[in-house]
């Protein structure tokens, strides 16, 4: 995990859609109760943090069929790697980075994590400071029992302050071995180190800005950042890829995924002084776009795109995004011819189909266009089939079918959207059991149906829930 400081840019309000939609997810966290992130989705940037990361995966011996990667909508500067071999990014780190060539050492820092199984074996370092925890809590209360009131408290807060000291520790340990894990795999890949060096060095320029301690490492999960680029610089340094130039494709593409989360993310005078009118690169045009279209400025946001797709008719991501302008400002049916194209060029990437089975069912909700009703139902059928994390496609499923009156496949989509949303178990239970109760015995999309039931009744347990007290379900928005 890298934990860094704030980003010095302020962090954007609730701001509706990034490209495909917003979602809340359960994150697994490494030894603690999972916790809510909200989770960015966009094909575009899905793609390449895999493209990113795959000469690493293969450095690192991990399967790349195994990784996932999240985008996190937090402006801090934080990447981190959890238990499933996931890893997350924060937008306030995409924003920050100064090139892909950064973006290339935080990933091998990551992938480290997991190669190592470092949320597999935190444990290790848990169970010998619950021991100290638990001994001194023995030793306070005989204290305290035998009348020594202070005696017993002074034990107790020595024992937690020794057990806290212990899984510091043992995560800083983590975290050094983790970045010379990182130096091994740039070197294997063939990347140069500069990106990885550079950042520990802007991080620690932004420590110095926030006035964080650099004189104590004891009271930190990290190392002290220069201690870390003095432990990294000479083994860095040494590897035959120091010179070596930075793939300039690889920073094409991260500069137009920079500029759309930097339009999406902040108003439109601060995009517009990012990007002049007179930038007209690829990642300058994405990012008015974006911003032109939160601001609802149709017709300039339109404008910015079509230029883009004028440079390059087979772009598909130029094409979702002007499909998306569409649909978002109204008008469903002009949205399909690029949205179709789009998903076409994209190889029937699921995000791009998803937003077109939107679109195909927004297009047919005036009951003129049946034929488009039974497209998007085809589309969100495959969606669902090849995305996992897609509750915006069950949701869209899920209306189609009451349309049609089929009601246990509408309670099925929302059982599933339920379940991806990380909302309420035992409506998800609940759901699951009325479409078991309507759908054919054995069917695939019976077991669908038990598979969610037996999982959400898992989850009641865990978390203790009283499935007798279901709460009323809420309307998706």
Known sequence: MLMFARSALARPGALGMLLLLLILVLVPGTGREARAQA???DAETERFMHDLAAPLVRAAGLD???LEFYLVGDSSINAFATAGQRVFFHTGFFVAAKDVNQ????MAHELGHIAAGHAIRW???AAPATSISLLSLLIGAAAMAAGAGEAGMAALAAGQQLAQARILAFSREQESRTDQAAARYLDAAGITGKGMLSFFEQLRGEEFRLAIPQDNAYGRTHPLTGDRIAALDQVLRASAAWDRPVDPVLQ?????IRGKLIGYLYPLETVEKAYP???RSEAAQFARAYALHRAAFKDRALKEIDAL???NPDDPYALELKGQILLESGDPKAALEPL????QLSRNEPLIAGMLGHALVQASSDGEEPAYLAEAEQVLRNVVRRDTRNPLAWLQLGAIWELKGDGPRAALASAERINLSGGDPRLAARAARTAMAGLPQGSPDYLRAEDIALAAKAEIERRGLDERRTPRPSQPR
């Open 340 to 343: 179709r194209k789009a998903v």
């Open 64 to 66: 790349p069929g195994s």
């Open 103 to 106: 973006m290339q050492g935080v």
């Open 309 to 311: 797709i004028a440079r």
């Open 252 to 256: 094409a593409r991260y500069d137009r």
């Open 39 to 41: 989770i960015l989705r």
């Open 277 to 279: 009118a007179a930038d």
């Open 123 to 125: 444990s290790e370092g």
